[in-house]
């Protein structure tokens, strides 16, 4: 007999709006999916979260991207977001600490609100364009997710949650994971939104898209600060 294979995994940024949309999609198919899937955070690790890194022998994967490839992306979210009639604000990042919203994440999954903090951080992000990697901000969704502030917050010095997000950027590297969305159940790897549909009809076939989409809903406003093509920092874990 075939073992049958282990639990899906689910590698995400908060960064990332393609890891954004393609959790919206995916939710929208399988509305268990915070209890059907591993969920991994994936971020740019600071120092202290590199250092924990090398020293079980591990990279981090992702490469920067250039300013031309993230210019790219901006205009194609911006495409991707009207197509779906999905409100967005695009946020500016200027010296990010990604270590916050994602560390904090892995907090509110211990206090059992991933799924509520977690839907808090990405409308804060990507509906009103806030910055994520404020502890003003984080706290706010925090509250509002039903969890304690200084939990989330001090999550980037809680030495059991750091460990916990380096044991989580390992795994991604064990795994060959290089961009985000990354989807992986047993041998069968799937990177970015569009193999989603792909994943699911290996996965859970049922939900998986018809062949022919319908049309797109009508277009929505993308609101973006004006030089924010030109100011936002370039990477992405697109």
Known sequence: ????????????????????????RLRRAVPDAFEA?????????????????????AEFHYVQMSRAKHLYLLMDTKRLAESEAVPMA???????HWELPHLGWLAARSAG??????DEVTAARWERGENICDP??????ANRA??????????????????????CLERAYLDDVFGIPYLKWGVQRFWGLDRLDAFLRVWRPAAAAPAASAA???PVAVAAVAQGYDTDTTGGCG
């Open 1 to 24: 007999m075939k073992r049958a294979p282990a639990t899906a995994k689910l590698f995400f940024s908060f960064r990332s709006p393609y890891s954004w949309m393609a959790i919206r």
């Open 136 to 141: 003003a901000v984080l706290a706010a969704c």
């Open 37 to 57: 899937l591993q969920w991994f955070p994936y971020w740019d690790p600071d120092e202290r979260t590199t250092a924990g890194l090398q020293a079980r022998g």
């Open 216 to 218: 797109p809903a009508a």
């Open 113 to 118: 609100r991933a799924e509520e903090f977690y």
């Open 146 to 167: 039903g969890l304690d502030p200084g939990t989330v917050t001090g999550a980037v010095d809680d030495e059991a949650v750091r460990h916990e997000g380096i044991g």
């Open 90 to 96: 695009w946020p500016i990042d200027v010296d990010p």
